[in-house]
């Protein structure tokens, strides 16, 4: 079964267009876990853009499944996640300019500092991702900082998939990410995958092998507004683990 994580990022930044104390991002991620969500995923930036600390807390001491935690590699984060102390932790590259996060994680380009935070958090018991491009070598720097687990970036693989004309055109790319995520089973990591993944191609991860989790947000929200939260996880997951929406 692949867990179905729902980031609830985008519930706060309606909220925090006009300042309100609604909607509430905590009684979303509520919702999410009565519609069968495995995890609640929330991304606290730097510019509290949308997600605020005090939203951190509230959801770590409300929700009944596990909290991951995504944020850049800064000292204040790390304190705040071994406070906070999650289930997981996703390290994720991050611009203030950027409107989403736009790659994976240039492991090599600050290994030292990386490793260094995987270590913190792996005292404090925090399963630790990285956010990464589908690449095997950044598979392997993973492993080597100590990661337990890799979030491979589906934003380029979502829209050459959406874009692919023809069947074996959309079955070619899952077969490059079923490469990397076999790599990553085979170096001992768990395989997650997020952003840009919809209700119009995230069943095609049903294909590759390995899939572990899929960490979702904006498709999700959207489709909340229309059918309600846990209506629109019960169909992601769906999407996801039953067999006859298997391409």
Not at 114 to 123: D, F, G, I, P, S
Not at 160 to 185: C, G, M, N, Y
């Amino acid at each position: 079964m692949i867990r179905l994580g729902i980031n609830i990022d985008h519930v706060a930044t309606v909220r925090q267009a006009r300042g309100e104390p609604y909607p509430d991002p905590v009684q979303a991620a509520v919702f999410a876990e009565l519609g069968g969500a495995d995890n609640i995923t929330c991304h606290l930036r730097e510019d509290r853009r949308h997600v605020q600390d005090r939203d951190v807390e509230l959801l770590k001491a409300t929700i009944k499944i596990p909290l991951n935690f995504e944020m850049a590699n800064t000292p204040f984060m790390v304190d705040f996640a071994c406070k906070i102390k999650p289930h997981a932790v996703t390290l994720v590259p991050e611009k203030r300019e950027e409107l989403t996060t736009e790659g994976g994680l240039d492991i090599g380009k600050s290994k030292g500092a990386l490793q260094e935070a995987v270590a913190r958090l792996n005292k404090h018991g925090i399963l630790v991702s990285m956010f990464i491009e589908p690449d095997a070598k950044a598979v392997d720097l993973s492993r080597e900082i100590g990661a337990g687990a890799v979030e491979f970036h589906t934003g380029r693989f979502c829209h050459e998939i959406d874009a692919a004309p023809t069947t074996r055109a959309k079955i070619a790319l899952v077969e490059k990410l079923t490469a990397v995520s076999r790599h990553a089973q085979k170096a001992g990591l768990q395989a997650h995958f997020g952003h840009g993944l919809n209700y119009g191609n995230a069943h095609w991860l049903q294909r590759v092998e390995g899939a572990e989790e899929a960490n979702i947000g904006h498709a999700v929200v959207a489709r909340a507004i229309f059918i309600g939260m846990q209506a629109a996880v019960r169909e992601m997951k769906d999407l996801l683990n039953d067999p006859k929406n298997r391409p």
